[in-house]
T-cell receptor
Framework: QKEVEQDPGPLSVPEGAIVSLNCTYS??????FMWYRQYSRKGPELLMY????GNKEDGRFTAQVDKSSKYISLFIRDSQPSDSATYLC???????????FGAGTRLTVKP | GAGVSQSPSNKVTEKGKDVELRCDPI?????LYWYRQSLGQGLEFLIY????????KSGLPSDRFSAERTGGSVSTLTIQRTQQEDSAVYLC?????????????FGDGTRLSIL
């Protein structure tokens, strides 16, 4: 079993839809949870960062962490074609060099 | 430049050759990381540099892989006697300091293809 599981998709939605992206993990010691967005032939860019359990909202993006279920989610409201990218979840214990990444979910938002 | 710069952006080489990949981190960032991204796989940690400390090499997959960071800035990842399974995107990231409250900023990677 991988330490971080993420459905690779692909996921295709119409413009304006609410998108839900998820990851599960096996190590209950993870404390820091991140979502990165990666456009084709580009490096990942940090979208959301949360510590421990709870919700965090930034514009159209909401990140949720449920440590009891070892499950994290990223919601995108009013999705736009420009949101089409691969979304990577990542998590770590204490320091950045402990980070573990999911395989990424490829999202396409159709106009 | 404003971001992490990696070169070359693409590299095609024959099996058995050595390759060098370069990373120029954001100015002032003391922490530097190398990752490997294979198709359908998550980012695989390779090596981590922090200031003048000894690097964390725990992610290097074999002794054919090595990396150095000169003067606390530019880093070079070297792969000797390349194999076809080394084909992947090699990503470099830097952060202001170690610790998970400092986000990593990634370059656009080097796409390595071994024929």
């Amino acid at each position: 079993q991988k330490e971080v599981e993420q459905d690779p998709g692909p996921l295709s939605v119409p413009e304006g839809a609410i998108v839900s992206l998820n990851c599960t993990y096996s190590n209950s010691a993870f404390q820091y949870f991140m979502w990165y967005r990666q456009y084709s032939r580009k490096g990942p860019e940090l979208l959301m960062y949360t510590y421990s359990s709870g919700n965090k909202e930034d514009g159209r993006f909401t990140a949720q962490v449920d440590k009891s279920s070892k499950y994290i989610s990223l919601f995108i409201r009013d999705s736009q074609p420009s949101d089409s990218a691969t979304y990577l979840c990542a998590m770590s214990l204490y320091n950045n060099n402990d980070m573990r990444f999911g395989a990424g979910t490829r999202l396409t938002v159709k106009p | 430049g404003a971001g992490v710069s990696q070169s070359p952006s693409n590299k095609v080489t024959e099996k058995g050759k050595d390759v060098e990949l370069r990373c120029d981190p954001i100015s002032g960032h003391t922490a530097l990381y190398w990752y490997r991204q294979s198709l359908g796989q998550g980012l695989e940690f390779l090596i981590y540099f922090q200031g003048n400390s000894a690097p964390d090499k725990s992610g290097l997959p074999s002794d054919r892989f090595s990396a150095e960071r000169t003067g606390g800035s530019v880093s070079t990842l070297t792969i000797q006697r390349t194999q076809q399974e080394d084909s992947a995107v090699y990503l470099c990231a830097s952060s202001l300091a170690p610790g998970s409250n400092q986000p990593q900023h990634f370059g656009d990677g080097t796409r390595l293809s071994i024929l």
